[in-house]
């Protein structure tokens, strides 16, 4: 009988110092130092757990490919703060860099949905991660979500204090941004080019170059004194002083327009080439501009020893090309201008005003006797 007590007695206290050990085994890897000791309110998934515990230098990333609930999600960031509150940063900023690294594998693997989850879930506590908000905009593009892919951009944009970081933002959103707006201008989306541009000048307001993409396409759409308006509260961030001045001239040929004569249905337009007056048909169906030969010899325009192969009402002919300088159509001054030369000129005119030159004069213009035409 006392051998028996003894052998129960010698198998409890083995049990209770096992479990002694294993508990301080657990305080002092989830302890820093100092005499307190820091508790964990909410237990962590077996998988992520290990995420955050091996941080040892060499250690083998583990594998996160199995479901995970989502309040493990919460007890893995609860982990990441407690870290940051016992100032353990290294440990702190591996387990960010390996969330991160499971964001991207999840949404590389097509598991899109499950990565925004828990991306979203970490950037709600760590608004001002910069590697986050850029992780983000990808996973949006992956879902072919582009719009949505500008918001958290812009969102970096509140908080990036260093050039190389806000670089890295503006390279990205810039092409997001041409690839939105080159998807709209190819549907005539005037008014959502517009509302575009408002809204990322709105987001993004330090940013000039937004402010001239929403002047040009108010200019597009005629709203002449709202373009003017926002090129004179435009600065120069995001915009060269040249383009500013390109952009200003392109208002001013808008308001102004061509000034046309009509005559027997026809629009006739008077421009200056070297000091010489020339009467153009105005057509909008030629690509090039075009003069008769004589006017050639009186203008003493010089051939470009090319020549282009012309369809007209007679067939198809062949038509030097030459060049004549300082033309001056309305308020357009070219230096030069590479003309076609025909032979023969229609009726009461030198020659054609093409698309060449009538493309310049971008937005509509209502004035009686002027014509405008949108750029393309």
Do not use: C
Request: proline residues 5%; negative net charge.
């Amino acid at each position: 009988m006392n051998h028996l007590l003894w052998m129960v007695t010698l198998v409890l206290v083995f049990a209770a110092g096992w479990w002694v050990g294993r508990y301080q085994a657990t305080v002092e890897r989830t302890s820093g130092p100092g005499p307190e000791i820091h508790r964990e309110a909410a237990p962590v998934s077996r998988e992520f757990g290990s995420l955050l515990l091996d941080s040892t230098p060499g250690s083998a990333t583990p594998s996160l490919t199995e479901e995970l609930p989502a309040g493990s999600w919460e007890a893995l960031l609860d982990r990441i703060d407690a870290l940051d509150r016992q100032r353990r940063q290294r440990e702190a900023d591996q387990a960010r860099m390996r969330l991160l690294d499971q964001v991207g594998d999840w949404a590389r693997s097509g598991d899109q949905n499950r990565a925004l989850d828990l991306l979203l879930a970490y950037i709600g506590r760590n608004p001002h991660d910069l590697e986050a908000r850029l992780l983000q905009s990808d996973v949006l593009q992956m879902q072919g979500r582009l719009l949505d892919a500008i918001d958290p951009l812009l969102a970096a944009l509140q908080f990036a204090d260093e050039a190389v970081s806000i670089q890295r933002i503006r390279d990205a959103l810039r092409l997001l941004v041409n690839v939105h707006e080159s998807k709209l201008a190819a549907q005539q989306n005037l008014p959502g080019l517009i509302r575009f541009f408002e809204h990322l000048s709105r987001e993004d307001p330090g940013f000039d170059g937004h402010r001239l993409q929403l002047a040009r396409w108010l200019l597009q759409a005629g709203r002449f004194d709202e373009a003017e308006g926002v090129v004179q509260v435009m600065g120069l961030v995001g915009v060269t002083p040249e383009a500013r001045s390109d952009f200003e001239a392109e208002l001013d040929l808008a308001r102004s327009g061509l000034p046309v004569q009509w005559e027997d249905q026809a629009m006739h337009v008077e421009v200056s080439a070297g000091g010489r007056p020339l009467r153009l048909l105005v057509d909008t169906g030629a690509s090039t501009s075009a003069i008769s030969r004589s006017a050639a010899s009186a203008l003493g325009s010089v051939s470009t020893k090319q020549s282009v192969q012309v369809r007209t009402a007679a067939g198809t002919i062949s038509a030097e090309v030459h060049r004549v300088r300082d033309v001056q159509v309305g308020q357009l001054r070219l230096p030069y201008l590479d003309v076609l030369v025909l032979e023969q000129a229609p009726p009461g005119a030198d020659g054609l005003l093409g698309m060449d030159v009538l493309a310049r004069f971008p937005g509509l213009s209502g004035s009686p006797g002027r014509l405008g035409r949108p750029a393309t």
